[in-house]
Nanobody
Framework: VQLQASGGGLVQPGGSLTLSCAVS???????VGWFRQLPGKEREGVSC????????YYSASAKGRFTISRDNAKNTVYLRMSSLKPEDTAVYYC??????????????????WGKGTLVTVSS
């Protein structure tokens, strides 16, 4: 299983950014999620989507501002982030695992990780 995340960068507060995660190696039911982390801080689950039915999940901080979506033909998942705040600054990791998104939102415990991509929200 391989994940390739991209799309991080510097954005001003209130701006938008879209992260992409290309997944290879899974063909049946699987979930793709995003979590974020800063050095010395705990992982924070952000969002997750199930491949089987497209059901989506969001953390309280992401709900209403972030949108997760998928393109099954490209095996790619997107995280559209809008109304970004300085506290959204973190390294974002794309993760995947067999089955469905963890109900507890602990996406950092999923088995397969991609390399993180840094998102910096600053003026």
């Amino acid at each position: 299983v391989q994940l390739q995340a991209s799309g991080g960068g510097l954005v001003q507060p209130g701006g938008s950014l879209t992260l992409s995660c290309a997944v290879s190696g899974f063909t049946l039911d699987y979930a793709v999620g995003w979590f974020r982390q800063l050095p010395g801080k705990e992982r924070e689950g952000v969002s997750c989507i199930n491949s089987r039915d497209g059901s989506t999940y969001y953390s309280a901080s992401a709900k209403g501002r972030f949108t997760i979506s998928r393109d099954n033909a490209k095996n790619t998942v997107y995280l559209r982030m809008s109304s970004l705040k300085p506290e959204d600054t973190a390294v974002y990791y794309c993760v995947t695992d067999h089955g469905s998104c963890p109900k507890n939102g602990n996406y950092g415990m999923m088995d397969y990780w991609g390399k993180g991509t840094l998102v910096t929200v600053s003026s």
